[in-house]
Nanobody, 126 residues
Framework: QVHLLESGGGSVQAGESLRLSCAAS?????????VAWFRQAPGKEREGVAA??????YYDHSVADRFIISQDNARNTVYLQMNGLNSEDTAMYYC????????????????????WGQGTQVTVSS
């Protein structure tokens, strides 16, 4: 059985950085898997932040100049480097994976993913 485990969340000040990790157990990420980061703030819908499949990377416009998604297949881990954090980035961050295909244009839709982690909380104070 495949599991995703997020880590790296925490409480930071505005302008600081965090790196989130998504580690997979029971499966080895390969380049035809799509792994994405989503976030959900209280009272808001879950939204796609970034996705990668080993070839392409996708970002929501709100984070494209601040966040970097990367994949380390040797460690079976996908990272989300988050720089220049602000209060609007405060949310629970989730890792999700579609093991059947590369990322597609609809990567930001949560319905694309069958595997989800439990989430890691990111809190940014100004």
């Amino acid at each position: 059985q495949v599991h995703l485990l997020e880590s790296g969340g925490g409480s930071v000040q505005a302008g600081e950085s965090l790196r989130l990790s998504c580690a997979a157990s029971g499966h080895t990420f390969v380049n035809n898997n799509c792994v994405a980061w989503f976030r959900q703030a209280p009272g808001k819908e879950r939204e796609g932040v970034a996705a990668a499949d080993g070839t392409m990377k996708y970002y929501d416009h709100s984070v494209a100049d601040r966040f970097i998604i990367s994949q380390d297949n040797a460690r079976n881990t996908v990272y989300l480097q988050m720089n220049g954090l602000n209060s609007e980035d405060t949310a629970m961050y989730y890792c999700a994976a579609d093991l059947s295909s590369r990322c597609v244009a609809g990567w930001a839709s949560s319905s694309m993913y069958s595997l989800w982690g439990q989430g890691t909380q990111v809190t940014v104070s100004s």
